[in-house]
């Protein structure tokens, strides 16, 4: 039996958090929080992982998705965490997380003669052989122009003179970051949502612990522990300030956005990465998608909701089209999100000079802080860290193991991919069901396949969202740790970005479906749905406004759930 993130598990997880002294506490359950959480758990401390809204609800569900060692970096001569996020590409494609994550082919275009062959293929060729062999089924590869085009064929054949294609690593951040999550509860971690850390216990001038607000009730406690991590991404320097201070360097956030278009509206065989005058532009294939990100502009407004506005969309649209023949149009959006990179704050004025390299720092006894990095290296950050919070520990501490700790699911996920076809005909699924349940689940998939067995109807297609089973939505409650709508919408599943109506109709469907587990009544109900369906007007509103500051006044319109619950 695999450890569950259910609504009795985190009951249970609330109740130990007050009654004993932790180890470690970690404070923010993105990919960094999360990491952190497994790594100390597996040297045998004990753990406490708290999180103010959901798995991943900050930056660590809203990046490009990439496991990539960052040709950026290569250009900025970083060797160093080009060479460390390759291996980190690596370890999860083979080891951590197969299931998860894959491998993604992508061209980078050639737009002048000779000179971008040679400087691209220069910069390329470096980095392939820096990632030799690590993870990837193919090196890059020279292409003409014309079997570009045979790869690629909507783009703008005046566009390009050829291409150069190389592999990097995709997975799903948002359900990466909540396995991550579970697979440290599974070696013991404590780990609690909508429980938000508002200040720190001190002895003399020694960090102790926090005071959290669980925000489903309102309900106000202490935990206490040895040594406290503040992971929290671009709330870092707003958690320093209840310490006193800002700690010994400062987080600035950098907003990115992405759009989603029906995959029918690009014919390619590939991705596509290029340079842009501001940052780098990306067309993944997504499912029945692609995903086009993305911008890389200042954000001072609210971190919790950070909006995409129409000039934001519009300016990847015309990204994206300088490159295509067949050119895309806003009526070919059907979903958008922004996120926050979480930048050391550094000397230039530019965000995308700064360094996505991490650091840590103690800045009282008792606290360590972490941040910067980017989403691939979330393991060595949270070794870091995990390993600036022993230091001062009075027994001897094992090092990181966490190479060698694959997440939930990795464990004979090859196996059962192989016998997809045979499982499909056992299951009474279609192959491309049990590939879509492997490449979610992994191993896990068996879970699943028991909720269907004992309600048969669950292996149906969700009516509003029929990528999606109905056993996908109760198994995000039952088994992940969802407790809202959005958690499941917008987290477990992509339906709030891969749907036409952004979920609105899948979220009076999927209430229904989760209300047993989650305790929901008629009344619960309707708040859930009303609520998603204001989150979602919201968004749609600020997606329509001009600048940063009206995108910000619009999405403001709707109040995260979690807050609406505990009246902040
Ligand atoms: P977060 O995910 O933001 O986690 C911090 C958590 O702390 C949040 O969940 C928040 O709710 C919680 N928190 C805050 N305050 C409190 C409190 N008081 N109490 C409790 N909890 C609290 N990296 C890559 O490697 N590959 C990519 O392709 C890539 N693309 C990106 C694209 C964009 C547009 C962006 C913005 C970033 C991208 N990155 C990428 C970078 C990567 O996504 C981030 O570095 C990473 O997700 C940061 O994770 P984190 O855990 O540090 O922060």
Redesign the pocket.
């Given at each position: 039996m695999t450890m569950t993130l259910s609504p009795e598990t985190r009951a249970d997880a609330l109740q130990d958090l007050q009654a004993e002294e932790l180890d470690v506490l970690i404070?923010?359950?993105?990919?960094?929080?999360a990491g952190c959480a497994l790594d100390a758990v597996t040297r045998g401390l004990r753990v406490g992982l708290?999180?103010?809204?959901d798995y991943?609800?900050?930056?660590?569900s809203?990046?490009?998705?990439?496991?990539?060692g960052g040709l950026r970096y290569l250009e900025q001569l970083d060797f160093g965490l080009v060479f460390e996020?390759l291996k980190e590409r690596k370890l999860a494609l083979q080891t951590l997380c197969p299931h998860l994550a894959k491998p993604v082919k992508f061209i980078y275009p050639l737009q002048r003669r000779g000179i971008d062959r040679i400087y691209a293929g220069l910069g390329i060729g470096v980095y392939d052989v820096m990632g030799a062999g690590r993870g990837v089924p193919q090196h890059f590869r020279h292409l003409s122009r014309r079997k570009t085009l045979e790869l690629f064929p909507s783009a703008e054949r005046t566009a390009l003179t050829g291409g150069i294609t190389f592999y990097e690593g995709q997975v799903d951040?948002a359900r990466h970051?909540m396995m991550i999550a579970r697979t440290a509860a599974r070696f013991g971690a404590l780990v609690a949502t909508s429980?938000?850390?508002?200040g720190f216990l001190r002895e003399q001038d020694r960090v102790v612990g926090v005071t959290?607000r669980e925000l489903e009730t309102g309900t106000e406690f202490s935990i206490r522990a040895k040594q406290v991590i503040n992971?929290?991404?671009?709330?870092m320097d707003?958690?320093q300030e209840m310490v006193g201070g800002r700690g010994q360097f400062r987080v600035r956030a950098?907003?990115?956005?992405?759009l989603l278009v029906p995959r029918n509206r690009i014919n390619a065989a590939a991705g596509l990465i290029t340079r842009t005058e501001k940052s780098l532009l990306f067309v993944i294939p997504w499912g029945s998608h692609w995903i086009i990100?993305?911008t890389d502009t200042e954000w001072d407004l609210d971190l919790a909701h950070p909006a995409a506005s129409q000039a934001d969309i519009d300016y990847l649209l015309d990204q994206a089209n300088s490159l295509l023949a067949d050119k895309l149009t806003r009526q070919d959006v059907v979903g958008v999100y922004a996120?926050?990179?979480?930048l050391l704050a550094g000397e230039s004025d530019s965000t995308s000079k700064l360094s996505?390299e991490h650091a840590v720092a103690s800045p009282v006894p008792g606290l360590v802080m972490v941040?910067g990095?980017?989403?691939?290296?979330?393991r060595v950050m949270a070794k870091d860290a995990v390993d600036a919070a022993v230091r001062g520990f009075d027994r001897s501490v094992p090092p990181c193991r966490t190479e060698d700790v694959p997440i939930v699911g990795a464990d004979g996920y090859l196996g059962f991919w192989n016998a997809r076809c045979q499982l499909a005909g056992q299951w009474g699924l279609r192959v491309g069901q049990v590939e879509h349940l492997l490449n979610r689940y992994g191993s896990l998939v068996e879970e699943l396949i028991e909720l269907i067995r004992e309600q048969p109807e669950l292996g149906e297609p969700l009516d509003s969202a029929p990528e999606y089973l109905k056993v996908e939505a109760v198994y995000a409650a039952s088994h992940e740790g969802a407790l809202h709508l959005d958690d499941i919408l917008a987290r477990r599943t992509r339906i709030s970005i891969e749907t036409w109506d952004r979920g609105v109709a899948a979220a009076a469907e999927v209430a229904q479906l989760v209300a047993p587990i989650l305790g929901w009544d008629a009344a619960a109900i309707t708040r859930e749905i009303e609520h998603y369906r204001l989150r979602v007007e919201a968004e749609r509103e600020s997606q329509h406004q001009p600048d940063d500051l009206s995108a910000d006044a619009a999405r403001l319109g709707a109040a995260d759930v979690r807050a609406l619950l505990s009246g902040r």
């Amino acid at each position: 039996m695999t450890m569950t993130l259910s609504p009795e598990t985190r009951a249970d997880a609330l109740q130990d958090l007050q009654a004993e002294e932790l180890d470690v506490l970690i404070i923010g359950a993105g990919v960094t929080g999360a990491g952190c959480a497994l790594d100390a758990v597996t040297r045998g401390l004990r753990v406490g992982l708290v999180e103010a809204r959901d798995y991943a609800s900050g930056t660590s569900s809203r990046s490009t998705k990439l496991f990539h060692g960052g040709l950026r970096y290569l250009e900025q001569l970083d060797f160093g965490l080009v060479f460390e996020a390759l291996k980190e590409r690596k370890l999860a494609l083979q080891t951590l997380c197969p299931h998860l994550a894959k491998p993604v082919k992508f061209i980078y275009p050639l737009q002048r003669r000779g000179i971008d062959r040679i400087y691209a293929g220069l910069g390329i060729g470096v980095y392939d052989v820096m990632g030799a062999g690590r993870g990837v089924p193919q090196h890059f590869r020279h292409l003409s122009r014309r079997k570009t085009l045979e790869l690629f064929p909507s783009a703008e054949r005046t566009a390009l003179t050829g291409g150069i294609t190389f592999y990097e690593g995709q997975v799903d951040d948002a359900r990466h970051t909540m396995m991550i999550a579970r697979t440290a509860a599974r070696f013991g971690a404590l780990v609690a949502t909508s429980t938000r850390v508002t200040g720190f216990l001190r002895e003399q001038d020694r960090v102790v612990g926090v005071t959290v607000r669980e925000l489903e009730t309102g309900t106000e406690f202490s935990i206490r522990a040895k040594q406290v991590i503040n992971a929290a991404g671009v709330w870092m320097d707003e958690i320093q300030e209840m310490v006193g201070g800002r700690g010994q360097f400062r987080v600035r956030a950098s907003k990115g956005v992405h759009l989603l278009v029906p995959r029918n509206r690009i014919n390619a065989a590939a991705g596509l990465i290029t340079r842009t005058e501001k940052s780098l532009l990306f067309v993944i294939p997504w499912g029945s998608h692609w995903i086009i990100g993305t911008t890389d502009t200042e954000w001072d407004l609210d971190l919790a909701h950070p909006a995409a506005s129409q000039a934001d969309i519009d300016y990847l649209l015309d990204q994206a089209n300088s490159l295509l023949a067949d050119k895309l149009t806003r009526q070919d959006v059907v979903g958008v999100y922004a996120g926050l990179r979480p930048l050391l704050a550094g000397e230039s004025d530019s965000t995308s000079k700064l360094s996505r390299e991490h650091a840590v720092a103690s800045p009282v006894p008792g606290l360590v802080m972490v941040a910067g990095g980017k989403y691939t290296t979330y393991r060595v950050m949270a070794k870091d860290a995990v390993d600036a919070a022993v230091r001062g520990f009075d027994r001897s501490v094992p090092p990181c193991r966490t190479e060698d700790v694959p997440i939930v699911g990795a464990d004979g996920y090859l196996g059962f991919w192989n016998a997809r076809c045979q499982l499909a005909g056992q299951w009474g699924l279609r192959v491309g069901q049990v590939e879509h349940l492997l490449n979610r689940y992994g191993s896990l998939v068996e879970e699943l396949i028991e909720l269907i067995r004992e309600q048969p109807e669950l292996g149906e297609p969700l009516d509003s969202a029929p990528e999606y089973l109905k056993v996908e939505a109760v198994y995000a409650a039952s088994h992940e740790g969802a407790l809202h709508l959005d958690d499941i919408l917008a987290r477990r599943t992509r339906i709030s970005i891969e749907t036409w109506d952004r979920g609105v109709a899948a979220a009076a469907e999927v209430a229904q479906l989760v209300a047993p587990i989650l305790g929901w009544d008629a009344a619960a109900i309707t708040r859930e749905i009303e609520h998603y369906r204001l989150r979602v007007e919201a968004e749609r509103e600020s997606q329509h406004q001009p600048d940063d500051l009206s995108a910000d006044a619009a999405r403001l319109g709707a109040a995260d759930v979690r807050a609406l619950l505990s009246g902040r």
